[in-house]
């Protein structure tokens, strides 16, 4: 790490107390932005901080949707994001005239959004989940008949082991994760044999049926850190790796070939996070209407699980 980087991150923790703001960050940031948070998590643990957080900033290194979560949940904070056109192509798979034409040819069926979507989408879901609570949202949502949107890998993987409920899947996949295949794991795995596959529900089925284990961010942060095993491929976002190897020191961490890289979870750059917070930019705004539904299907996925 340069001068420059730590003078940066000093001159943004001094900002950060002056104007009352939590930094709140995704695995996928950047090292040096994961660094300078107050919090680093997945999508679920990230919304659970914006809504209990009392600050009266909120500053999200993340993408679009996560940064309208936090002003879903906690309207009355200022939500600032770094780079706003950091959007995310999985959530824009799913449109919002496209989910009410598919509630019109499924009239019976309940819309379970993952937590990758517009918050447009999210307001016209019956309820949100993320890829750590996907399978229990689903089978507690009431109903035989499920549209799982927008990730058909996530909905996928869920729905084979669901009982007595039938699962209308989305056309929708993350880019990044779609990349990570049975090929560029074992390109790293003849090299490394003994090492442990533990892959993103987002990946390819072909991929989540032969992984050695299957979790959200979290949870493959949880399960190395846990681990006895001492070698991992871990199929998932490449910034993901910062947290584990804080987390289990020692173990030796391998992505697959090529690199899974999310391009616009990189756009938040330390220069950039110091200039919203010093000239109070690039507020995040969602009309009320559509925040007020978004909160309550927000909230009936936090009264589930
Ligand atoms: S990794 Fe995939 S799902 Fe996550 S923000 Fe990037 S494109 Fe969206």
């Known amino acids: 790490m340069n001068m420059e980087t730590r003078e940066l991150q000093r001159e943004i923790q001094r900002l950060k107390e002056e104007k009352n703001a939590i930094i709140l960050a995704h695995y996928y940031q950047r090292p040096e932005v994961q660094d300078i948070a107050d919090f680093v998590g997945d999508s679920l643990e990230l919304s659970y901080k914006a809504a209990t957080a009392p600050h009266s900033t909120i500053l999200f290194c993340g993408v679009t949707f996560m940064a309208e979560i936090a002003k879903i949940l906690a309207p009355d904070k200022k939500v600032l994001m770094p780079y706003p056109g950091a959007g995310c192509i999985l ?3 799913a449109l919002p005239k496209e989910v009410e034409e598919a509630r019109e040819k499924h009239p019976g069926a309940k819309v379970v959004a993952y937590v990758n979507t517009h918050a447009q989408v999210k307001a016209l879901a019956d309820i949100i989940c993320t890829s750590a609570n996907a399978r229990e949202v689903m089978e507690k ?3 035989e008949e499920i549209i799982f949107l927008p990730d058909k890998n996530l909905g996928a993987y869920h729905a084979r082991s669901l009982k007595g409920k039938k699962v209308i899947l989305w056309d929708g ?3 990044v994760h779609q990349t990570i295949t049975l090929q560029s794991i074992e390109r790293v795995k003849t090299r490394h044999p003994q090492a442990l596959v533990v ?3 987002e990946c390819p089925p072909e991929v989540t049926e032969k992984a050695d284990f299957v979790g959200s961010t979290s949870q ?3 399960f190395i850190a846990q681990s006895q095993a001492k070698s991992f491929i871990v199929g998932t976002e490449e910034g993901t790796l ?3 190897a804080k987390k289990a020191p020692g173990k030796e961490l391998l992505l697959p070939d090529p690199v899974p890289l999310c391009h616009q979870m990189k756009m938040t750059t330390l220069e950039r996070v110091y200039k919203a917070l010093q000239e109070d930019i690039y507020q995040v705004e969602v009309e009320e209407g559509i925040r007020k539904e978004a909160e309550r299907a927000i909230r009936r996925m936090m009264e589930l699980s």
């Open 91 to 93: 959530a824009d798979m």
């Open 242 to 244: 910062h947290q584990i």
């Open 173 to 175: 996949y993350c880019p």
């Open 199 to 201: 892959v993103h529900p």
């Open 220 to 222: 493959l942060v949880r």
């Open 141 to 143: 949502t009431p109903g």
